[in-house]
């Protein structure tokens, strides 16, 4: 880890770093590099004049600070970039890096007052990366363009959270202890209205938040994100990964992963559910996620069975819903104390595995079971979840239903 002099604005290395404080900022151009700031020539412009400023306010040591320290780490120059080894390092580290701080400056380059609208209008809260870095410190200490002090995420965490979307418990006092004791689904909500320059750094800025190490692979574009859930699955046992919601322009035969944070926006709400069985072990295989599974099949009243298909009082063939239960509850929707238990609306392809079915129309399917029909647990049997929808973007069968536009979920409540 290297870290800046703040009185000499040199760079040192360092296996068991002193005492330091971090940086969080929003990238505006023109950033100094680590090659750049080891060329006394180059250390000029706004990019080196924001480094310049981080150090002289930490030798200034205001009163509001707990700690008087003598070095500092920002992540434009103290990381060079040039090494894909060492970038990998540290972005796998950097939740670590910022969890270790003595404190956090936040400095907010487009506030210019301590007002709190013009502090919700800042960029600083629609970044990617900016999320662990509010997130992981002891303590965050909020700076406007003068780099005066607004508040810390403590004094302000009731404005933080209805700009950030994250709870205001985990901004203040010891919140940042139980981030890794939330839902999966719940954390992904907390990113998903934030944006990042490169698609891949979608994925590549939440390993921190969800405890994750991976490499990086710059070129593969959004299946990063595909491969971040992937791991995941793999090293924890919470189905709220799957609980996401689909959105207009997703055709409803689709995977079971989702192909953005941005597909949680509406799991603030989704907490594990602890039943007192839990499901076997699943995995991740090449046909997609594996696991032994009971699944529910809605039953219509009315509905007769014909030469072995459903078919409805006039014969007319019927597709009954088949439904995934998942280990979660949604307790926006309630429905009683503990929340809703949330289930996937499933599609049938035609190699027997599964795909989402993400038409929107499930809700009210279920919703209105209890009167129109009611639910018939399958035998249990190990079920594939298809984890892509490649099929659909080649035009293959899904067996059950045609393709078309949908509206809104992908999951449903029972």
């Avoid at 998942?326 to 599609?347: E, K, S, Y």
Wanted: charged residues 25%; negative net charge; hydrophobic residues 35%.
């Amino acid at each position: 880890m290297r870290l800046i002099n703040i009185h000499t604005l040199e760079l040192e290395e360092f296996f068991s770093p002193p005492p330091y404080a971090i940086l969080s900022h929003r990238w505006i151009g023109r950033e100094i590099t680590y090659e750049q700031f080891m060329n006394p020539s180059q250390r000029k412009g706004p990019g080196y004049e924001k480094i310049a400023s981080f150090c002289r306010l930490l030798q200034q040591h205001p009163d509001y600070l707990p700690t008087h320290i003598e070095w500092a780490w920002i992540d434009t120059c103290c990381i060079d970039k040039r090494s894909s080894a060492e970038l990998s390092e540290s972005i796998n580290s950097m939740w670590q890096w910022y969890w270790h701080a003595e404190y956090c400056i936040a400095w907010l380059h487009d506030v210019h007052s301590s007002d709190e609208d013009s502090l919700r209008m800042s960029e600083w809260f629609t970044r990617g990366w900016t999320l662990q870095e509010m997130l992981a410190p002891v303590e965050v200490y909020i700076c406007d363009s003068q780099w005066r002090c607004i508040g810390t995420r403590t004094s302000l965490s009731d404005a933080l959270s209805l700009v950030s979307g994250v709870p205001a418990e985990f901004l203040r006092d010891n919140g940042r202890q139980r981030v890794h004791w939330t839902s999966m689904a719940k954390r992904m909500s907390w990113a998903s209205r934030r944006k990042t320059t490169r698609p891949e750094d979608e994925a590549y800025c939440l390993f921190g938040l969800f405890g994750v190490n991976l490499p990086l692979l710059y070129g593969e574009g959004t299946y990063a994100f595909i491969r971040l859930q992937e791991e995941i699955i793999r090293r924890f046992d919470d189905e709220s990964i799957l609980a996401w919601k689909s959105t207009p322009y997703v055709s409803y035969a689709t995977g079971f992963l989702a192909s953005s944070p941005a597909r949680f926006e509406l799991c603030g709400g989704i907490d594990q559910a602890h039943p007192d069985r839990k499901r076997q072990t699943f995995r991740v295989t090449n046909r997609g996620v594996e696991m032994s599974a009971s699944l529910l099949q809605l039953r219509h009243s009315g509905i007769a069975i014909s030469g072995g298909e459903p078919s409805d009082d006039d014969g007319e063939p019927l597709t009954l819903g088949l439904f995934l239960e998942i280990n979660c509850v949604d307790t926006v929707r309630r429905g009683g104390p503990q929340g809703l238990r949330c289930a996937l609306a499933l599609i049938r392809r035609n190699d027997g595995s599964f795909s989402r079915d993400t038409s929107g129309s499930t809700d009210s399917i279920v919703d209105e079971s209890d009167g129109a029909g009611d639910f018939e647990r399958l035998a249990e049997s190990t079920v594939y979840l298809r984890k892509d929808d490649y099929n659909h973007y080649y035009g293959g069968n899904f067996g059950s239903r045609s393709l078309a536009s949908v509206p809104e979920s992908s999951w449903t409540v029972l």
